[in-house]
């Protein structure tokens, strides 16, 4: 019974699988919820000259979709090099969308919408870098 337990679960990876599998999980949540309702890209986008619409919280929650495909990938496959960079680069992507949304286009406010995936992407990415010669061997 036990070597039908997935190898992800075991402790022997570090916290990083798991914490890349969590991040996906709730990406995911997301996802859905930008697919049903305009509030989750209200938050995010929250100045007052930004025009929501159901088309652009879509397509906005199939990117999100897209890097969570990508973050759940690389939780199950943690040391396969190109997975972990690609699952970095969701990461570094989304430091730049939002940075610039609110920096550059002014779309976006400082919020908690804001400051979550800001936080989320940029602790994630300074984790994975700095552990990547452990994880990646």
Do not use: C
Not at 107 to 120: K, N, Q
């Amino acid at each position: 019974m036990a070597s039908s337990i997935p190898n992800f679960l075991s402790f022997d990876d570090g916290l990083l699988p798991k914490w890349l599998f969590l991040i996906a999980s709730v990406s995911s949540i997301y996802t859905v919820q930008s697919y049903i309702s305009l509030r989750g890209a209200r938050e995010v986008y929250a100045a007052p000259t930004t025009m929501i619409t159901p088309l652009s919280a879509r397509t906005f929650g199939t990117w999100t979709a897209l890097s969570s495909v990508v973050r759940l990938y690389a939780a199950f496959n943690i040391h396969n090099r190109a997975v972990y960079e690609l699952a970095m680069w969701t990461f570094a992507i989304a430091i730049l969308h939002f940075g610039s949304e609110y920096v550059y286009f002014r779309t976006a406010r400082l919020s908690r919408g804001l400051a979550s995936p800001m936080v989320v992407a940029s602790s994630s990415l300074v984790w994975m870098l700095a552990q990547q010669e452990w994880y990646v061997r």
